[in-house]
Nanobody, 122 residues
Framework: VQLVESGGGSVQAGGSLRLSCQAF????????MGWFRQAPGKEREGVAA???????SYADSVKGRVTISKNDNRNTLWLQLNSLKPEDTATYYC?????????????????WGQGTQVTVSS
C-alpha cells in the first residue's frame, strides 16, 4: 500500500486548503481512512476519519472548519480545510485503517503517507 498526499502549502489565517491522498495498491471502499496532523514537539493528532460506509468523525479542534471526503472509484481521499488558524500549522498525514471502521487513534491505522506541510500565518 502506498499513500501519497498533496495540496499542502502556506496560507494566511482565514484561508483554505484542500489536501488530497491518492492510494496505490489499496481499495478505499473496504477500509476506513483518516487524516492526522503533527506539529513540532507535539503528539500526532487524529483530525478526521471516514469509515467504509461513509460515517464521519472529527476532532473538536477542527469541527465545523474541516470536511473529510472520499471517492472510492478514484481511490482518493480529501481533507478540506477552511477558516485556517495558526494553530492548524502541522504536517498532515493520511492513513489507511486496519478494518472498515475506525476512530481517530493512530493505533487503528497501519499504512501512512509521507505527509504534506500546512503552514498558517497570522
Amino acid at each position: 500500500v502506498q499513500l501519497v498526499e498533496s495540496g499542502g502549502g502556506s496560507v494566511q489565517a482565514g484561508g483554505s486548503l484542500r489536501l488530497s491522498c491518492q492510494a496505490f495498491g489499496y481499495t478505499y471502499s473496504s477500509y476506513c481512512m483518516g487524516w492526522f496532523r503533527q506539529a513540532p514537539g507535539k503528539e500526532r493528532e487524529g483530525v478526521a476519519a471516514i469509515d467504509s460506509d461513509g460515517t464521519l468523525s472529527y476532532a473538536d479542534s477542527v469541527k465545523g472548519r474541516v470536511t473529510i471526503s472520499k471517492n472510492d472509484n478514484r481511490n482518493t481521499l480529501w481533507l478540506q480545510l477552511n477558516s485556517l488558524k495558526p494553530e492548524d500549522t502541522a504536517t498532515y498525514y493520511c492513513a489507511a485503517g486496519r478494518t472498515w471502521r475506525c476512530g481517530r487513534g493512530p493505533d487503528e491505522y497501519n499504512s501512512w503517507g509521507q505527509g504534506t506541510q500546512v503552514t498558517v500565518s497570522s
